[in-house]
């Protein structure tokens, strides 16, 4: 029998392809997504809710949901986030909470509501970012995760007395058809390759084939270790500045 998994975010990137991994593998997966049932691929074990996640309503209704289905959740993995094009570094005070309720409040209240039903050794994954130690991104992405990766180091303490755990991994650049760094190299071909000869040491660029089986693991086995950690994931990037 397949663990219950909720994969918020996971019509889209890391998201999609770890729903697609985890599906090969016969485990049961909720997605909580922004885009609409004609945008998604049909996955077998896999069942899609659609939300914006614009708000902590919309966000009881996305557990409500969950609650439908499962009577409990095993892991919880979130692939949200992002910065949303506001890069002003004066962007207003109402900006930078849209930004912290994004990559941030979604899944501080989401946890909240939703911890009684995970289950004892169960896991909840972050994606967070290297933009944290780099110091690089916009200055409101950059706060944002930086609250999410502050909270998962407290509530790693906090929830390992429950059998719970919760980490965060700090991806660097990947490419994957449609994301950031796939319009980079097709708008702004001198820019990424640019990128690729100065500040990847491994001088290629990781893809989600590189990054899906560490989190398959994460996923799947006992990762109590990690508890409270944010792991690297960026094949030395944040150490080439």
Not at 50 to 75: G, H, W
Request: proline share 3%; hydrophobic share 40%.
């Amino acid at each position: 029998m397949g663990l219950n998994i909720v994969i918020v975010g996971g019509g889209s990137s890391l998201g999609a392809a770890l729903t697609r991994k985890l599906s090969q593998l016969n485990h049961n997966i909720i997605v909580i997504t922004g885009k609409h049932q004609h945008e998604l691929q049909k996955i077998e074990n896999v069942e899609y809710f659609y939300s914006p996640l614009k708000n902590t309503q919309d966000v009881t209704a996305s557990v409500e949901t969950v609650r439908e289905k499962f009577s409990t959740v095993d892991v919880i993995f979130y692939n949200i986030g992002g910065g949303l094009g506001m890069h002003d570094p004066f962007l207003s005070y109402e900006d930078l909470n849209t930004l912290l309720w994004f990559n941030f409040g979604v899944i501080q209240e989401m946890n909240r509501l939703m911890l009684p039903e995970v289950n004892k050794g169960g896991k909840i994954i972050c994606v967070g970012s290297i933009a944290t130690r780099q110091i690089m991104g916009s200055l409101g992405y950059t706060l944002s995760k930086t609250s999410l990766e502050t909270y998962v180091k407290f509530m790693g303490q906090e929830l390992i007395k429950k059998d719970i755990s919760i980490m965060a991994i700090s991806i660097g650049a990947y490419w994957e058809k449609g994301n950031a760094m796939d319009r980079l190299k097709s708008n702004q071909p001198k820019i990424f390759n640019d990128f690729l000869t100065n500040r990847l040491p491994r001088k290629k660029m990781a893809t989600s084939e590189d990054i899906i089986p560490f989190l398959t693991t994460l996923c799947l086995n006992d990762s109590s270790i990690f508890s409270g950690a944010v792991i690297p994931m960026d094949g030395a990037e944040s150490q080439a500045l």
